[in-house]
């Protein structure tokens, strides 16, 4: 059974800093590109950062472009989203995502929340003003 396990989420206040872990379990996902996406209540889900599958390309939504960084650790299957500066408009519970493709693929392959296969259970993010 494949799982995704999120875990770092919790409350800080604007201008502090988050790591967010996603733990995967049941297979590998080395060669496979990974996104986060987040979701604050009443709205849509967004996508916020992706990696691809080789760790060499990376994508963020403008709204988090030079603050948050995603990577990964192929040894420990996991993925990190390091979040700095954050803001309360951050609010949001925030998942990781993977696909089954680990392929290269297109800049708008990444940000479609419909392409990933692999979802976690979701971590939340408070940000106080």
């Known amino acids: 059974q494949v799982q995704l396990v999120e875990s770092g989420g919790g409350l800080v206040q604007a201008g502090g800093s988050l790591r967010l872990s996603c733990a995967a379990s049941?297979?590998?996902?080395?060669?496979?590109?990974m996104g986060w996406f987040r979701q604050a209540p009443g709205k849509e889900r967004e996508f916020v950062a992706a990696?691809?599958?080789?760790?060499?390309?990376?994508y963020y939504a403008d709204s988090v472009k030079g603050r948050f960084t995603i990577s990964r650790d192929n040894a420990k299957n996991t993925v990190y989203l390091q979040m700095n500066s954050l803001k309360p408009e951050d609010t949001a519970v925030y998942y990781c995502?993977?696909?089954?493709?680990?392929?290269?693929?297109?800049?708008?392959?990444?940000?479609?929340?419909?392409?990933?296969?692999?979802w976690g259970q979701g971590t939340q993010v408070t940000v106080s003003s």
């Open positions: 990696l691809s599958w080789s760790g060499g390309t990376t």
């Open positions: 049941g297979r590998t996902f080395s060669s496979n590109n």
């Open positions: 995502a993977g696909d089954s493709v680990g392929r290269n693929r297109p800049e708008v392959y990444y940000r479609d929340y419909r392409v990933y296969d692999y």
